[in-house]
C-alpha cells in the first residue's frame, strides 16, 4: 500500500493529511513533492497529519527530517500531528521526537504556529 495525501487550507496554515505508509519509493517521493509544492507556492505553514500513517521506514524517517530542514531553510514551520504509536516508537528510538513539534490536537498545532 503506497501512500496518499491530501491538502486543506485553515486561515494560513496548510494541513497535509497522509494515509498509509511512508516508506522507500513512492511514499517518501510523494512526501518531498508536496512539500517542495507547497514551499514552491510561498506556504510557509505546513501540519503532517499522520493520524493514518500504518508504517513508516528508515528512507521514510529520512524524507520527514528533509521536508522538515527544506521547510525551516526556507523560514517555514512544519509540525507533525496525530502519530500513530507505530510512528511515535520509530521517532522515539531515533531520537527525533525532540527534533520534530509534535501535537495530538489540531487545534493545539494550528494555535501554536508563530504569527
Known sequence: MSI?????????ITIVDLS??????????VLR????????????????????????????I???VGAFTSVRNQGGEMKLLLLTK???????ITKL?????????EAAAIAGFKL
Open 62 to 64: 529520512g524524507a520527514l
Open 97 to 105: 521526537l525532540t527534533v520534530f513539534d509534535v501535537k495530538d490536537d
Open 86 to 92: 507505530k510512528v511515535k516508537d520509530v521517532l522515539a
Open 20 to 29: 498509509g505508509q511512508i516508506k522507500l519509493g513512492d511514499g517518501t517521493q
Open 33 to 60: 513533492d508536496i512539500v517542495k509544492d507547497l514551499l514552491s507556492k510561498g506556504e510557509k505553514k505546513i501540519l503532517l497529519n499522520l493520524a493514518d500513517v500504518s508504517y513508516i521506514d528508515s528512507s521514510g
Open 4 to 12: 496518499k495525501a491530501s491538502t486543506r487550507q485553515l486561515e494560513d
